[in-house]
Structure formats: structure tokens, C-alpha cells
């Protein structure tokens, strides 16, 4: 079955304990993003892959690392959560397709992280 | 800046009418817009991808149109039913830049 896979689903932690939220998709797909969600702010994009070792800001990059060694991984680190970091995130996944990067392709998620930094 | 706007913020309607879903963008320099379902405690579901040189999708009851020059998209639900009610949101892919900006979602409820 084709998915995004996310670990783990439900976090509580404190402050300054360094944290890792994984992703896994497999389905081969190049493009690879971490979103937050957050009432009233709706979905922001955190960071952004193109492909294996290629990265980029999103929106809301302070405070997070991410790192692409591998196609189907896309792990989210947070080397020193601050309360603010507390939020729901998703990882998504889409393929270039046959086209070059203009023609998008949709993207498909995980069911999310629920991260608690007290 | 890319700023993308849905309008209403929630919706309740009774089953069977059909429905309305705007999403509203300040940049028409767009390369896609794509429309997702999100059901409670769970991820987005793509439903509708239209590309910049689209008028519009269907797929099923769900037609998604755009207008790149007035900045607006409508997600059309056709015979609404209670398994619709969802919270709908739409996101562009800025054009010269490969990031998704998302609007805040419209929560719809529909009434059996």
C-alpha cells in the first residue's frame, strides 16, 4: 500500500530535550516536505526536499533540522524544542511525474504528529 | 507574499444541497492549486490537483475550477452527504518557487 509513514504519532517532552520525528514514504517520490499545523494559522511548510541531499527553507524553517540521505527518508529533528514547537505535523510526499518541476504533482501525507513541549 | 484566504471559515448545510467552496489567492502567479480533504485526527487527502494552464477538475461529485486572473479557485460538491463533513483546504505552488503556501480550511458539516 502506498503511504507516508510517520513516528511517532503522539509526543510529550520538555524543553531543550533534543527530539526526532521520522518519515518514511514508499513510493519513490523525489519531493518530500514537513508541515506544522496550528489553529487559526492553518498548514505551514517547515522544509522542503527536491531529492536525495537537497534541501530547502520553508516558511517556518527556526528551530528545526532536516536531513535527506536517502530517497524514501525525510527525518524532522529538533535539536532544542521550545514550547512554541508544540503542534501538529505532517510530512508529505509528491513525484516530479515525467515533467520538470513547474507541473506539480499532488501530494500525498502522513496522519501526523502530535508534538507536546512542556 | 503569497497570502491564500478560504471563506467561510465553517459551513453547515443539510444533505443533499449542493455546496460552494472558495479559496482566494494574492499572487495569480501560480503554477498549480491543489484541493484536500481533512478528516479529524487524520492527514489531507488530495481530492482535486489543477495545473496553472487549467480551468478546471472533476473527479466523481467534486469539480474544482480556477481563475488565475482574479486570484480564485472553487472546490463545487454536488448532492452533499454526511460523509462529506470534513474540513476542506486548498494550497498553491508558488510560481519560481517549489513551496506550498495553504489556506486555513473551511470546516463543513453536513446535516443528514
Known amino acids: 500500500e502506498a503511504q507516508v509513514t510517520q513516528n511517532p504519532r503522539y509526543l510529550i517532552t520538555v524543553t531543550g530535550k533534543k527530539l526526532t520525528v521520522t518519515c518514511s514514504q514508499n513510493?519513490?517520490?523525489?519531493?518530500m516536505s514537513w508541515y506544522r499545523q496550528d489553529p487559526g494559522l492553518g498548514l505551514r511548510q517547515i522544509y522542503y526536499s527536491m531529492n536525495v541531499e537537497v534541501t530547502d527553507k520553508g516558511d517556518v524553517p527556526e528551530g528545526y533540522k532536516v536531513s535527506r540521505k536517502e530517497k524514501r527518508n525525510f527525518p524532522l529533528i529538533l535539536e532544542s524544542p521550545s514550547p512554541n514547537q508544540t503542534s501538529l505535523y505532517f510530512c508529505?510526499?509528491?513525484?516530479?511525474?515525467?515533467?520538470?518541476?513547474?507541473?506539480?504533482?499532488?501530494?500525498?501525507f502522513g496522519d501526523g504528529t502530535r508534538l507536546s513541549i512542556l | 507574499k503569497q497570502e491564500v484566504t478560504q471563506i467561510p471559515a465553517a459551513l453547515s448545510v443539510p444533505e443533499g444541497e449542493n455546496l460552494v467552496l472558495n479559496c482566494s489567492f494574492t499572487d495569480s502567479a501560480i503554477y498549480n492549486l491543489q484541493w484536500f480533504r481533512q478528516d479529524p485526527g487524520k492527514g489531507l487527502t488530495s481530492l482535486l490537483l489543477i495545473q496553472s494552464s487549467q480551468r478546471e477538475q472533476t473527479s466523481g461529485r467534486l469539480n474544482a475550477s480556477l481563475d488565475k486572473s482574479s486570484g480564485r479557485s472553487t472546490l463545487y460538491i454536488a448532492a452533499s452527504q454526511p460523509g462529506d463533513s470534513a474540513t476542506y483546504l486548498c494550497a498553491v505552488k508558488g510560481s519560481g518557487t517549489y513551496k506550498y503556501i495553504f489556506g486555513t480550511g473551511t470546516r463543513l458539516k453536513v446535516l443528514a
Open positions: 513510493m519513490n517520490h523525489e519531493y
Open positions: 508529505a510526499s509528491s513525484s516530479r511525474g515525467g515533467g520538470s518541476w513547474d507541473v506539480g504533482q499532488p501530494q500525498h
